[in-house]
């Protein structure tokens, strides 16, 4: 099992370093939006955002009621670095995991008492910390910043106000993080476990202690020793933190293989029970199978509308509005929102002929880029009698799909204009 999860948090955080890398997701910032395999994704794209965010909390709140805590044990990224910086303090500095940080004043771990750390390993030890918050530096930089954007400012050293800030910055914080906060961080300030809290039941998955033999306990400590998050899994009110990673399970169960006894720890899970056939069934009684039920049963809505926002996806933008000050000029403008430029064709109706002049009826837009066109509206060419006049415009991209964005607009003529 041990193995298992270090491949899927391995797995994890290789996705996460390597994913700004591909360009198919990064944020930003300057305009607040989402860029999709270079598709820019606005918050007016509801049927996008709406349904993903949604999609990721339902999908959530399925794996928490039926297996707990384990995003915390198998999937976070802060969890699975603070577990490699005490492999390291372990390993480089010959101490206890708890030995170094905010740990240290709540778990009692004390690094002058009984430490090995030479200055070699203290060198070395900084040296993995620094290089590896850089590393986690350039990374979440990439999320904010095109990394051909940044690698062509690195070398240039040209715009240093902005490479020269984010990545130190966010390195820093992890220099911060890794040599001081860790696992602090997890037991004590995140709050994403009380939001995983919410969908535990008693049915959830969770480890047991095997009560009837506690007896048989010899109090080798090997489970508490193993807990990444220093709770004793003997101790069922220390439930609460238990983040389900079963290094205590396999501990025990190790120890008992070689005493030829079963293991005191398992994992226990009521979703499952043992038929008379000796073999796994669903409990169909079980809460946590009921609630699993009705959260994957609602996941199906976002997943829904979701599919339905990347088919009604369009690609590009327009806003159409009068000039401040000018009852008869207005301004159109069209927003590409993929990665390659793309032509449109601009057209008309509702006005007579020649009462309306459009600056051009056919352009192309820069990918990711704004276009402005301006548009008059003649009422002596058109001869427009006086009164309102709707009027509607329409934008149309020049490609196989031909996809159209109308808007409707209307002048007001008065004597005189
Ligand atoms: S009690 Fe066991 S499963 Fe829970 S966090 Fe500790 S080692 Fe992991
Ligand atoms: S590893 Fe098993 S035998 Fe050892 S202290 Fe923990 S529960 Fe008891």
Redesign the pocket.
Known sequence: MTTLRYLVQGLILTTIAVLPFTGLFRIDLSTGRFLLAGYQIWWSDFFLIFPFWLLLIAGAATIYSMLGMVFCGWACIQNTLSEFVDFLVIKVLKSKKQSLGLDSLTIGGDLSKGSKATATGWVLFGTIIVLMSVALGVIFAGYFVNPKILWSDIRTGSNAHGVFFIIPGIGALFVLDLFLIRHYWCNWVCPYPLWQHMFKSEATMKVA?DDARRE?????????K?CIVDID??DTKNYTRCINCGE?VV??ED??AKKNVP???TFHFDGFSIGKDGKKHINKVSPAVNRFALTAGFTMIPLSLFIYGIFSYVPFHITFSQNPGHLTRYSLAISNKKPVSQRFRIEEDGLPANSIHIGTDQITVPAGSKKIIPVSILPKEGNLSEGLHPFVIHVISDNPKKQELSQEASVYISQGL
């Not at 048989?216 to 508490?224: R, S």
């Open positions: 202690f048989e306990c010899t109090g080798c400590n090997l489970c508490v193993s899994p003997r205590c501990a025990c120890y008992s293991s005191l720890l």
